[in-house]
């Protein structure tokens, strides 16, 4: 069955959005990077990539169900950001916003009853709820450490950890 306008319409919003979102995180991590802070640069460069294989399934999703994905031009992104926390209240402001969006897909998909769509919003909401409790956690952390240059030291150390990891994929 042939996507419904209106959702097809709602996700190609949300692929811009997506790509707005890496491109976010990508400016953030330039900037952890100018500030040494490797770990920090690591964990937004990642969440970039993140943002850009979820940019991808709604693409897919679109092109799979017999839809036109239409790709707008992505608005540019602010760099200037003065601190950490700024960047992780930021960060998790924007993911409370992109749970919005996804929120409002569903609600177009559920009024249109696109079982299909809903079906494949389930995992997106579900990973929604994780990205506001990283970012917003990593907040939390940051208002703890304050002006700490150890805390910052060793929480920029964690966060370099992390690695990308294709979540949108079955796993092999």
């Known amino acids: 069955m042939k ?3 209106k959702v097809e319409d709602a996700i190609n919003k949300q692929v811009n959005a997506e790509i707005y979102s890496a491109y976010l995180y990508l400016g953030m ?3 952890c990077t100018e500030m040494n802070l ?7 460069y990642v969440q970039g990539q993140e943002e ?3 940019a991808m399934k709604f693409y897919r ?4 169900r017999g839809g036109h994905p ?4 992505v608005e540019g992104v602010r760099t200037d950001w003065k601190t950490p926390l700024e960047m992780f209240e930021a960060a998790y402001a924007h993911e409370q916003t992109v749970s919005a969006l996804i929120n409002n897909i569903m609600d177009i998909a559920l009024a249109e009853r696109d079982h299909a769509t809903a079906s494949m919003l389930n995992w997106f909401i579900d990973e929604q709820v994780e990205e506001e409790a990283n970012a917003s956690e990593i907040a939390e952390k940051l208002k703890l450490i304050g002006e700490s240059k150890d805390g910052l030291f060793m929480l920029d150390k964690e966060l370099s950890a992390r690695v990308f990891v294709d979540a949108t994929q079955p796993a092999a």
């Open 3 to 5: 996507i419904n306008k």
């Open 29 to 31: 991590s330039s900037r």
């Open 38 to 44: 490797k770990g920090m640069a690591n964990w937004f």
């Open 52 to 54: 850009m294989t979820h």
């Open 61 to 64: 999703f679109v092109l799979e």
């Open 70 to 73: 239409v790709l707008p031009s």
